[in-house]
Structures are given as C-alpha cells and as structure tokens.
C-alpha cells in the first residue's frame, strides 16, 4: 500500500466544520457514510483521519467505552476482553490519551503514563488493521510525544512484542543494558 509522508499534528481543538463541540474541550465528529467504513482508506482518506488529545476527563472516550472495547478485541492481541469499567478506569489514570476518528469510526488508539519529570511509558497503541501502513500509529506515537506529561519526562519508555522495528522508525532504541521483568499476578484474584 502506498504510504504519504504524514506530519499532521492535532490537538484537543479540532476543526470545527467537522464536529460539534463538546464538554471538556473534545469534539464530535458528525456522523459518515456507512459505505465509506466498508472500503479500505486511500492515503489521501487517511489524511482525514483526525486525531484527538485527550484532557483529563477523556470525556470522548468515555462515551464511546465499546468502540475501544471492540478496538481492542479485535486490533491487539494483549488487550482483549478489557471490561469498559476497567476501560473507564485505564483512560482515567493515564497521563496521555490520543484516538483517531474516521468519522464515527475510532481507528487507532495510544495511551501514556508519566510522572511528568522522569518516566514516561507509552502503551496500548493499536491502529485498526485496515488503516496500518498509512503512517497513522506514527501519528499516534508522536502526538503522544508532544503531551505535555510525556513531553516533559526526561525518558519514554515501551513495552512490545512485534512491532519493534515500529518503534526504531520513530526514534526509540533499543536497550541492551536493562531487562524487563514481570510480576505475574493472577486477574482472578486482582482486586477490583
Ligand atoms: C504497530 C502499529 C501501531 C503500526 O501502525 P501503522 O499505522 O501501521 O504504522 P505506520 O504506517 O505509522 O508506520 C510508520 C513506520 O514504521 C514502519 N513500520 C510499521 N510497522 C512496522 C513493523 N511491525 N515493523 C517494522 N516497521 C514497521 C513503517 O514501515 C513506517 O516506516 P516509514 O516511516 O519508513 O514509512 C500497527 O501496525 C498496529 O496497531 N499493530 C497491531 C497492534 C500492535 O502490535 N501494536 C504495538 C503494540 S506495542
């Protein structure tokens, strides 16, 4: 599939002809063509792609807790049969939260934690399969970048199990000099 250079930057504030205004600085788009979800997106479509910054209240998302739901189940491997309670929960303790709309259609997604001085961790960054290789989960990463928490940590850190190259492309090193441990906890017997 043919990429496009893509540097197209958005924040909480998006074009206005494209959506109503809503509480909490976020805005909803209007709604698209059924057809226009059934077909794959030309690059030039991809352009139009919008992308969100979240605030704090991820008030967008918190509306639309089973498209992230479905996002999920069906775009990642690690992150399926979240509960929306539980995804209400995530998006309210991360620091930086970016999605990405094709009109109604949410097709990507990134999130971020960070102490807002030393560490950040990216996590959770999927694009839906038929929007991949458009330069749109660089979008994602990169607007994650520039989310003041993130922003002002002075290492970002990830996490992965495939996509590494990914992650090389925009700028992420490998580290050789640290391991990655995990505490297994069992989520039967997690705490609610
Ligand atoms: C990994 C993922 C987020 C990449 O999103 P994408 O929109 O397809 O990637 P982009 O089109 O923005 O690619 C950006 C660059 O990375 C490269 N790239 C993308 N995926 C890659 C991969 N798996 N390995 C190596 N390079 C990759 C692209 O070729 C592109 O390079 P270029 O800038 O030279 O053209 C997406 O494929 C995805 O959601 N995969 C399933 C979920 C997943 O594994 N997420 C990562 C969790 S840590």
């Known amino acids: 599939m043919a990429r496009r250079p893509n540097r197209w930057r958005a924040g909480a504030d998006l074009p206005p002809q494209h959506g109503s205004r809503q509480a909490g600085g976020e805005d909803l788009p209007k709604p698209v063509q059924p057809a226009l979800c059934a077909v794959a997106p030309s690059p030039a479509e991809a352009a139009a792609i919008r992308l969100i910054r979240h605030g704090p209240l991820v008030l967008r998302l918190r509306w639309r807790l089973e498209a992230l739901r479905q996002l999920f189940d069906q775009h990642s491997f690690w992150a399926c049969h979240r509960r929306p309670r539980q995804l209400a929960r995530m998006l309210g303790q991360s620091q930086a939260v970016v999605s990405a709309w094709r009109g109604q259609e949410l097709v990507g997604f990134g999130r971020a934690t960070s102490d807002g001085v030393f560490r950040a961790v990216l996590w959770d960054v999927v694009v839906a399969t038929e929007h991949q290789g458009l330069g749109l989960g660089r979008r994602i990463v990169e607007e994650l ?21 990914f992650y090389r492309r925009l700028g992420f090193d490998a580290s050789h000099s640290q391991h990655l441990l995990v505490w297994h906890r069992d989520h039967r017997q997690a705490p609610h």
């Open 145 to 165: 970048l520039l989310c003041s928490a993130v922003r002002q940590a002075e290492r970002v850190y990830l996490m992965t199990t495939n996509s590494a190259g």
